[in-house]
């Protein structure tokens, strides 16, 4: 007996693409997008692929056709560890990890997050920390980010335990280290700005 | 041999005795060590995600520091490492990158040129020093340990400069060089710890790092060594809370490769911060004193 089950087949309408998401992607750091053969290497090997909405395969392919809402609104691109086990083994030499990231700089920057607000506001607070230091002063950094993920202090009470363990192996600052080069950090920043404004 | 020495947040905070080990090994494997002065956050996983070229313009930053005492730099921790190593790359082999990231560090009065090279300890150990120095400089032979190594992602990945990328035999042929017994740790040795994504899916972080204990135990190793910081807190500070989540009992010790390395070399625990691991390596201790 053959079963054939109907598969519901989702229409991809010309309309709803975006031509310009791939140069996107290519600009903020994913080179290579555009040589994926679909082969499923990447899928195959990802450790976190069983947690993910669509697979590393398929976000290249929706990248390819410039599905670009679902590529930034998708759980994907937070869940990637950025373990590089499949740059190591793509065929085509598509730097996944890579393309990912840049994925996520944009989605930050457009305000999507998959509803996983902890991922940009981790990221964020990391960033602004090492802006503000120079190097992380880890502290500060939890507390803005339990601030921005909406976890307030019911998170930050439920990372306590650990935290105190930290402090007392003596494995937590209490006072930031500020370096010397900060007005540096401050130059870098301020001439990607201007870079990035084609200046 | 003299290195430039980066060590990175991690190791000043909740890597110490990845810090205090490491700079213990190298004196006594003859090494000296110039930190690299006022160095900055690598911007790790953070800055690459939010902005490509600010994540290569602060470790170039590190490099033209690096650069200017001229000596090979040394970054311990694999996410440390692998930012720098990849904007080193770039600086050496893609011209118009490294154009690009001269021209985020103008006013700084800092530019990196493309002339030293970027290490992970583990290479260093290997392939500097050697497996036959290192077994000259133990004092005490760890006959009888059990030990997996754990080398995590980036650390080989994804180019595989000293190591493979898949199956990975540095860190054996070092717990080999110590007295000790390599435990084959198949090809768990390169899977992914699960730390980057602590934050957005803890219970698959989870899910992988107990993977990793639970081979170890199937395995018959008595300790798991790693060269990572963030692997190191998965297996190790966040063993405990593991164990109460998928209500099992591991008890595996995680040691950093040059606590390891120290212990056999007869350094002082203490020295070595083997009191700031989490799981509690009395015993291992206790068995070389």
Known sequence: MIIVEAVQQEIIKIKDTNKDFINEVIQAGGEGVQSCYQCGTCAGGCPTEYVMDYSPRKIMRMIQLGLKDKVLESTTIWLCASCNTCVTRCPRDVKIANVMAACKSLAIKEGYHAGMKEGPAFYNAMVDNMKSHGRLFEGEMMVKYFNRSGKGLKGLLEMAPLGYMMFKKGKIAIMPHNIKGLDQIKTIVANIEKMERGE | ?289
């Open chain 2, 1 to 289: 041999m003299k290195y430039t020495y980066y060590p990175g947040c991690s190791l000043e905070a909740s890597g110490k005795e990845y810090d205090m080990s490491f700079r213990e090994v190298a004196k006594g494997l003859d090494m000296e060590l110039v930190e690299v002065e006022d160095w900055n956050c690598c911007g790790a996983t953070a800055a690459y995600s939010v902005n490509d070229l600010l994540s290569h313009a602060l470790t170039a930053r590190n490099i033209a520091l690096a650069e200017k005492e001229g000596h090979d730099m040394i970054a311990p921790c694999s996410e440390c490492y692998h930012k720098q190593f990849k904007t080193n790359k770039a600086i050496h082999h893609n011209p118009d990158k490294k154009d690009k990231i001269n021209k985020a560090l103008d006013g700084t009065g800092l530019k990196v040129e493309g002339k030293i090279n970027i290490k992970h300890p583990v290479d260093v150990f290997i392939n500097d020093i050697g497996a036959e120095k290192i077994t000259e400089k133990v004092t005490k032979k760890l006959e009888g340990l059990k030990v997996a190594s754990y080398y995590g992602c980036v650390m080989t990945r994804p180019d595989g400069i000293f190591d493979s990328p898949e199956y990975p035999t540095a860190m054996d042929k070092i717990v080999k060089a110590l007295g000790a017994t390599p435990v084959d740790f198949r090809e768990f040795k390169t899977k992914c710890c699960g730390g980057p994504v602590l934050i957005t899916k803890e219970d698959a972080a989870y899910d992988l790092t107990a993977v990793l204990l639970g081979k170890a135990k199937e395995f018959d190793a008595d300790i798991i060594i790693t060269a990572c910081p963030l692997c190191h807190m998965m297996l190790d500070a966040k063993q405990p809370d593991i164990e109460l989540a998928l209500k099992k009992k591991y008890g595996v010790p995680i040691l950093y490769i040059s606590q390891l390395m120290g212990l056999a070399m007869g350094i002082e625990p203490k020295k070595l911060g083997l009191d700031k691991n989490f799981v509690d390596t009395g015993k291992v201790v206790k068995m070389f004193q």
